[in-house]
């Protein structure tokens, strides 16, 4: 679904998520160097990458002894070598999601972020996320009238602050603003710890929110590299990773 962002947001906007990977690591190859048959069987460039260096490993470059896939999926991810899998990484961008969610997904400590400024941006329009629980008991209307006071709250005291001639406004005003507001953004991650953040957020335990997000992004993942087939594979199976085991 395309939504409106932030900056062209009048009121306040109920919001859905939405992930789009804007960055992928990508091979670079030689002729001169490799063997470029040892590349040719993989199906996603950057398998090609992770089973390049996979190779330097077992000194087996230009002998083409093993498919990418092969030596990725009954190798790397079997025995858990996944320190190769670190030479991959991905960027996608997070949009529709609140702050809740965001303050979880920032626990990751292996990650890069870019996050929607609160300090910059003016949050007199914002995007708001309602939980499925809210809207099953009929409370909608409810909360998005909590949100609206909130909004005037967040309106009022900008305003002030700015007549104070405090160059805070936005800043401090924020502290007025709820966690259902949306934000945007940004996570680099590798493909090792993208395993990592799967299995603890594809667990029954985790947080309906953050569960959402990290199922889109598995959909995603698994379109452009076979280093996540097994979490798929299991998370389709099961509906969660509880017992996942990492093993093919
Ligand atoms: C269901 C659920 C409930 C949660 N509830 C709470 C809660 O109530 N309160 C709360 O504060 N948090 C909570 N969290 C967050 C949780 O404690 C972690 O902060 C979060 O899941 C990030 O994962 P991680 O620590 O495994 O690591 P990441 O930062 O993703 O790191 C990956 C792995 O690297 C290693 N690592 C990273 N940094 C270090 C380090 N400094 N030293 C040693 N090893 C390291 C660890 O093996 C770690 O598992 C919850 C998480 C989940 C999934």
């Known amino acids: 679904m395309q939504q409106p962002r932030a900056k062209d947001l009048v009121g306040i ?10 960055g992928l690591t990508f091979p670079v190859t030689k002729d001169d160097e490799h063997n470029i048959a040892d ?12 089973a390049a260096a996979a190779r330097t490993c077992y000194q087996t470059i230009g002998k083409g ?8 999926r009954s190798i790397l991810i079997k025995h858990a070598h996944l320190s190769v899998l670190e030479h991959a990484q991905v960027v996608i961008r ?18 890069a ?7 910059y941006c003016d949050e ?25 006071q909130a909004r005037d709250n967040y309106l009022t005291l900008q305003k ?32 090792t710890e993208l395993r990592h953040m799967f299995m603890k957020r594809l667990s029954s335990h985790a947080q309906w929110e953050i569960r959402t997000v990290f199922k889109m992004i598995l959909e995603e ?28």
Not at 65 to 72: A, C, G, R
Not at 125 to 148: Q, R
């Open 160 to 191: 002030l602050l700015r007549d104070a001639g405090s160059g805070k406004a936005n800043e401090d005003a924020r502290f007025l603003l709820p966690n259902a507001v949306a934000s945007e953004i940004v996570i680099g991650v590798n493909f």
């Open 124 to 148: 007199g329009n914002f995007g708001y996320i309602i939980p499925l629980s809210v809207k099953a008991a009929g409370l909608e209307g409810w909360f998005t009238n909590a949100l609206e």
């Open 94 to 111: 997070i949009r529709g999601c609140s702050r809740a969610f965001t303050h979880q997904l920032v626990r990751h400590r292996h990650t």
């Open 221 to 248: 993942m698994v379109k452009h590299s076979c280093c996540f087939d097994d979490i798929y594979q299991y998370q389709q199976m099961h509906g969660n990773l509880n017992g996942f085991t990492m093993v093919f």
């Open 39 to 50: 590349y040719r069987d993989s199906k996603y460039p950057v398998d090609r990458m992770i």
């Open 113 to 119: 972020y870019s996050q929607e400024s609160q300090r």
């Open 13 to 22: 906007n109920e919001m859905y998520p939405e992930i789009e990977m804007i």
């Open 65 to 72: 002894e093993q498919k990418d896939y092969d030596l990725i």
